[in-house]
């Protein structure tokens, strides 16, 4: 009998404490919705179940976004009059492709890892294995 003690593999890849790695595919689709900056980003990542007990920290999450600034993925503009912190940021013609190509490569992945849990659970997979 299997029994999950999840104390035992805190911080282990098993726990899905590496999830947030889907935050730039995250921020891509967030930005979609039109121009942000970069607090209320950080505010609505905190909604997504896989990063609702480990939010991204702020610093991280402006690091990637600068990240995705460099890369033409998004185009951040200080507002007039406005402080640091309150800078806006645009998803741009490139950061809509990049969107476009996360979603296949998510949906792609969303079949693997089924195949994989089938696997795990010791279903059949593909051909025999045994």
Same mark, same amino acid.
């Not at 889907?22 to 919705?33: K, R, T």
């Not at 890369?71 to 009059?81: A, D, I, R």
């Given at each position: 009998m299997f029994?999950?003690?999840s104390s035992?593999?805190? /911080?282990?890849?098993?726990?899905?404490?590496?999830?947030? &790695?889907? =935050?730039?595919?995250?921020?891509?689709? $967030?930005? !979609?919705? %039109?121009?942000?900056?970069?607090?209320?980003?950080?505010?609505?990542?905190?909604?997504?179940?896989?990063?609702?007990?480990?939010?991204?920290?702020?610093?991280?999450?402006?690091?990637?976004?600068?990240?995705?600034?460099?890369? /033409?993925?998004?185009?951040?503009?200080?507002?007039?009059? &406005?402080? =640091?912190?309150?800078?806006?940021?645009? $998803?741009? !013609?490139? %950061?809509?492709?990049?969107?476009?190509?996360?979603?296949?490569?998510?949906?792609?992945?969303?079949?693997?890892?089924?195949?994989?849990?089938?696997?795990?659970?010791?279903?059949?997979?593909?051909?025999?294995?045994?």
């Open positions: 029994v999950q003690e035992l593999f805190d /911080g282990c890849p098993c726990s899905g404490c590496h999830l947030p &790695r889907f =935050v730039l595919p995250l921020l891509l689709g $967030l930005l !979609a919705d %039109g121009p942000q900056h970069g607090y209320q980003l950080l505010q609505r990542l905190r909604d997504f179940p896989t990063l609702r007990d480990t939010p991204p920290d702020q610093a991280g999450m402006y690091r990637l976004l600068k990240q995705m600034e460099d890369n /033409g993925l998004v185009s951040g503009e200080q507002g007039p009059g &406005r402080t =640091v912190g309150k800078r806006s940021f645009t $998803l741009t !013609a490139r %950061g809509q492709a990049c969107l476009a190509t996360w979603a296949g490569t998510l949906d792609r992945y969303q079949e693997d890892i089924a195949c994989i849990v089938s696997f795990l659970r010791r279903g059949k997979v593909g051909g025999d294995h045994s």
